[in-house]
């Protein structure tokens, strides 16, 4: 019988000693975790820790060790993240880091599918389309299915897009996502279900792959097919997987079938920033790691080399409370500054000129306005502060999306209000008119000529020979939306510009966000805040004036004293993960607030707020301030709010409180028993 043998051709590298000197580039933690032998590692990796530059030299010591490039995986959640850390990489070992496996999720999948795509019945040379394509797509498919989305409120493609990526990345039923996050479509299921068929028929025939299909693709093909799966699993000898408490279900599964020969897998994260469940991000896959490999190495990186050691004491208490955790305490590299703020305002009016005045104070002590930010948990949320700095000249930039009043859903509710004011006002009239199922540039444009014509336009909107204007069948919403026109009409609903918000969200307008936005919720809370801002007003001329003069106000936008394009960034805190700046406010921790009130129905979901306002207070290196308003409302009705569970939860060495008084108070305190002439 013949005998056989493997022969193992060694990398140039592994003849020769190692070149970096990595006791001197590392921490012992990050030295410990670098140089680990084989098998399943699990780093847990706190905030400001120095994760990337672990990754780095991890990967420069599996080269420098005798590991081939191109037997390394390595997987990120962004494009930019692997190019940052292959380039360290390079620069360490040199050019052979080209040969190495680097990049996203999707980058991989699409690599694997590239070469054996035909497996599966598609072309290799199938088409990617994106997120808008993908949307497209499925509303041809509604096409092609004849159905009728007027008839009855039917999701628009881009919804149905949210529903079926959901449901892939979580390997879950279609069924079960509506049921969670669409509940008002339950009853549409079979008819989602047949939709997304026909999709998924479309595509294959079209040899087009959307997003999701890059790793649903990939899966079935190691499922499916031994030997597309032996090879690659042989021919990986190391995984390393980047920010793994971010992985979905479908993630999970990938990195363990590709890591199940050699089981020499490195997943590094935070369990404490894992915040993106409403994504289909499972924190089970990280917290749970041990259990699916049970003679995992886990190493924890403590040491950080961002805040002050006052802002990661109250940080270290803020997530102390979570149960479901890695333990870790984080231990500062910076000198000592001044301790955490915690302020009670009077309410969202007081909050918003404090911040500001702070802003301009830090300002004056020379932080650079790119240096601040303001954080908060939801988009609503800072609301009357972009109002305040605009009115204080204060730049500002939001990283949450567009500037509160720039949002296509407030310009849709304020143009209800406008038209109310202002019955001639013509794109007011157009923009609402092509919310309707149905109702074009053409159809709206004859709509238009006929109000403009009639005496009393407003009126005229339910005049019985409107209806023959539209090409065919009259939407079914129209009596809902000429119901609320007419209800606008009122002199005296004029008064209280936040209960004609509510009348036009209880109108066919809140039905219209809940098939056409997949952030439904979110949107209609905007929505219930700009009421409560306009309830502030006993006019709607007044409150539209506003609103308009803001405008002009911001484009007048001077920074005395230093860099013109110099802006303080307001963002909600899952945009802001991954970022840090010297100074950072975080705003409205109230309980119902931040939390959020659907979080405290779930031991589980509020451990995941906690862990939000985790990522909040690391992003600050110098100061950091908690705020919270105690009176608030809805539709303008006061209601007083207890602080944030989170703000009671912390222990009192870990901050100072600032009780605000305003200048008259004060000057009334200071006449308290003396006499003055008058």
Sequence with gaps: MKKTRRYILKSPSSLKELKVDYASQ???????????EGGPIL??????????????????????????????????????????????????????????????????????????????GYGNNYIIIDREDSKDLLDVCLTDLKIDTREKRFPKGIILSDILSLSLNTQRGIHDIVEEKYPFFVSLVPTIEKVVRRYRSRKRKLNLMDYDDLLCNWKTLLDKHPEVKDSYCYHFRHILVDEYQDTNKIQADLVDIMASRYRNLMVVGDDSQSIYSFRGANFANIIDFPKRYSNVKIYKLETNYRSSP???????????????????????????????????????????????????????????????????????????????????????????????????????????????????????????????????NATAERIWRYIASAPEPLKSIQSEKLPSLFPRRIPPQWGQFTSTIARLRDAALRRNPGEMIQNVLQGCYGEYLRGRYPDYAERTEDIYQLGNFASQYRSLRKFLSELALLGTVESEVVVVGGEEDEKIVLSTVHQAKGLEWSAVMVIWLSEGRFPAARALESGESLEEERRLLYVATTRAKEELCLCYPIMGGRWGQALIMKPSRFIQELESDTYEEWIIEDEISELLEAMDGEDYAP
Excluded: C
């Design 310 to 440: 006052e802002i990661l004491h109250l940080t270290n208490n803020v997530i102390s409370h979570n149960k479901r955790q890695f333990p870790k305490t984080l231990r500062p590299v910076r000198k000592a500054g001044s301790l955490p703020v915690v302020v009670p305002l009077k309410d969202v009016s007081q909050q918003a000129e404090f911040v500001a005045q702070r802003i301009l104070e830090l300002r004056d002590e020379d932080y650079s306005l790119n240096e601040i930010a303001v954080l908060y948990r939801s988009h609503y949320h800072s609301l009357e502060l972009q109002m305040e700095l605009t009115r204080r000249g204060i730049p500002y930039v939001v990283r949450s999306g567009l500037r509160f009043f720039e949002r296509a859903h407030i310009k849709d509710v304020i143009s209800y209000l406008k038209i109310s004011l202002n019955p001639a006002d013509e794109l007011s009239w157009k923009r609402i008119l092509k919310l309707l199922p149905g109702v074009g």
């Design 26 to 36: 590392l921490n012992p933690q990050q030295l410990e975790a670098v140089t680990a």
């Design 43 to 120: 780093v847990i990796a706190g905030a400001g820790s120095g994760k990337t530059r672990t990754v780095t030299y991890r990967v420069t010591w599996l080269i420098e060790s005798g590991v081939p490039p191109e037997r390394i995986l390595l997987v990120t959640f962004t494009n930019k993240a692997a190019r940052e850390m292959l380039h360290r990489v390079e620069i360490l070992v040199g050019g052979q880091v080209r040969r190495l496996w680097g990049g996203t999720f999707h980058h991989i999948g699409n690599l694997l599918l590239r070469r054996h795509a035909h497996l599966l």
